[in-house]
């Protein structure tokens, strides 16, 4: 009997840049997921000036300069980051919904990890716990996911198809 392959990613191999992408809406929330995120990246050998941050309005605006930085900047992982905290209306559904299905399709179309780190909650008490308090702090964890998709994918080496695929893009 074959033994079974596995392949993982480590937090060894995951020095590279690093975009985090963040909404302003609900900023008294995305700060800390922010700080969280850059706090893990660094704890982790991440160099300052490895890592960019940038600020869009919202949620909603995230897929589009995630896209921008992608053709432009080439990192090696986006996290994006935000808070889409429900409300009264359907709002919350159409924004929530849109910016994570954006999301996953620009991973795909990119071939480069995106972390998702938005919160999408029922209440400010939810956000306030996703963001360091008692459920840990969301922004730290999207980072740790990007690192070690990083590392996941240098395991299958370099990819021709991607490269020019970027170039293509660009």
């Known amino acids: 009997m074959q033994p ?23 900023h008294h929330v995305v700060d800390s997921l922010v700080e969280g995120a850059v706090d893990i990246l660094m704890r982790h050998g991440v160099e300052g000036d490895n890592i960019d941050i ?39 559904e159409y ?15 990119f071939e480069t990890p995106i972390a998702n780190g938005v919160l999408t909650v029922n209440s400010i008490e939810q ?13 730290a964890e999207a980072a740790m996911a990007a690192m070690e998709m990083v590392s996941l994918l240098r395991c299958f080496g370099d990819d021709d198809d991607h490269d020019q695929h970027a170039e293509d893009k660009a």
């Open 4 to 26: 079974i392959s596995q392949v993982e990613g480590t937090f060894v191999d995951i020095d590279g840049r690093y975009v985090i992408v963040v909404g302003r809406f609900n």
């Open 54 to 92: 940038v600020h869009v309005p919202g949620a909603w605006e995230l897929p589009l300069a995630v896209k921008k930085v992608l053709k432009v900047a080439h990192p090696d992982a986006v996290i994006a980051l935000g808070a889409v905290i429900r409300g009264g209306t359907p709002h919350f």
């Open 95 to 109: 924004v929530a919904g849109g910016c994570n299905a954006a999301l996953g399709n620009l991973q795909l179309e």
């Open 127 to 139: 956000a306030i716990e996703r963001a360091g308090t008692k459920a840990g702090n969301k922004g």
